[in-house]
């Protein structure tokens, strides 16, 4: 049971560079997001998705990019990285039955320097 | 649009001491309300949720929360806290609309003490 998968796991950039974060899910889910965690601040929404080819803003979206070209795929882009970035990255899928449980990944953390 | 608020960053208790993690949520229309837990250096497990009917909903490691719409909360409950339940633990709001949204609240530390 793959579940929900992130990668990389760890990541250190330099300001300026660019880099996706890969997720990936196995269980047919139509809704996937990505959130950021930074202490005392819980999770915010960057992007989300309610299906291929739809993705629509959060909380948080200036400096990312999104992208969901397969129900299984959605891909987080960081175009130019800054310190500000520096978080945990969550990916997270559910199917839009009524009452269904978020899954998450396990987390990709990203330090820009 | 909804928002949640968790009272407490950080909270300890006694092991074997009752645990109440407080949630106040704020939704336009009727909720969906989850807890999740997240243990260090991991992603976030789902606790229990609440979408309708029975009013108290029983989760995982003998966790418990009541969804009161008249005081629009969704505390979290143990009777008997243990070392094992050492853990930040989320609070998330999803309105039963369209918006498939899910808000989260900041967070609240769990420290057990022997």
């Known amino acids: 049971n793959a579940g929900v998968t992130q990668t990389p796991k760890f990541q250190v950039l330099k300001t300026g560079q660019s880099m996706t974060l890969q997720c990936a899910q196995d269980m047919n889910h139509e809704y996937m997001s990505w959130y950021r965690q930074d202490p005392g601040m819980g999770l915010r929404l960057i992007h989300y998705s309610v299906g291929a080819g739809i993705t629509d803003q959060g909380e948080v979206p200036n400096g990312y990019n999104v992208s969901r070209s397969t129900t299984e795929d959605f891909p987080l882009r960081l175009l130019s990285a800054a310190p500000s970035q520096t978080s945990v990255y969550f990916c997270?899928?559910?199917?839009?039955?009524?009452?269904?449980?978020?899954?998450f990944g396990e987390g990709s953390w990203l330090t820009v320097v | 649009a909804q928002s949640v608020t968790q009272l407490g960053s950080h909270v300890s208790v006694s092991e074997g001491a009752l645990v109440l993690l407080r949630c106040n949520y704020s939704?336009?229309?009727?909720?969906?309300l989850f807890w999740y837990v997240q243990y260090p250096n991991q992603g976030l497990q789902l606790l229990l949720k609440y979408t309708t009917g029975a009013t108290l909903v029983k989760g995982i490691n003998g966790f418990e929360a009541e969804f009161k719409k008249s005081e629009t909360s969704f505390h979290l409950t143990k009777p008997s806290a243990h070392m094992s339940d050492a853990a930040e633990y989320f609070c998330?709001?999803?309105?039963?609309?369209?918006?498939?949204?899910?808000?989260f609240g900041k967070g609240t530390r769990l420290h057990i003490l022997p």
């Open positions: 998330a709001v999803r309105a039963m609309n369209r918006d498939d949204k899910i808000i």
């Open positions: 997270a899928s559910r199917s839009n039955r009524v009452g269904n449980t978020i899954y």
């Open positions: 939704s336009s229309v009727p909720p969906y």
